[in-house]
């Protein structure tokens, strides 16, 4: 890892996401709600279209810091759940993650992240703390 400065941007990584994934994720985690796999079931209960998995989209943002840090570095990490990632058929939808060094002391670094979907914030209050 590079050395961090308060105030850096960090790289903006953007992650596919698209029903191929949310079956895998599925299948994986156990959570097997039809939200996130049955357009009609989705619609019919007012969302939009399918969903990603909350815990999906805040594991591509954990996977963000992790590939920055390294896994063993990652001390603290957490988010809010804003608004769903709508995943249309056929359609890869891209979160785009990045962050900004928001403090750095007691060899810890703070990281404010931010994910969105087509410049829609899906994460609210995303922090990790690193070890550096």
């Known amino acids: 890892m590079t050395p961090l400065e308060v105030g850096q941007e960090l790289e903006l990584k953007s992650y596919p996401i698209n029903r191929a994934l949310l079956v895998a994720y599925?299948?994986?985690?156990?959570?097997?709600n039809p939200i996130h796999q049955n357009e009609e079931f989705a619609k019919s209960v007012g969302l939009p279209?399918?969903?990603?998995?909350?815990?999906?989209?805040?594991a591509l943002a954990g996977k963000y810091i992790s590939d920055i840090a390294g896994s063993a570095a990652v001390k603290e990490f957490s988010a809010r759940f804003t608004k769903p990632?709508?995943?249309p058929a056929d359609t890869d939808v891209l979160l785009n993650i990045a962050g900004k060094v928001s403090s750095i002391?007691?060899?810890?670094?703070?990281?404010?992240?931010?994910?969105?979907v087509d410049g829609v914030k899906v994460l609210g209050m995303a922090k990790a703390s690193i070890a550096i």
């Open 26 to 32: 599925a299948n994986a985690s156990g959570d097997q």
């Open 105 to 116: 002391e007691d060899g810890r670094a703070k990281i404010e992240i931010t994910a969105e």
């Open 85 to 87: 990632v709508v995943v």
């Open 49 to 58: 279209d399918v969903i990603a998995h909350g815990m999906l989209t805040m």
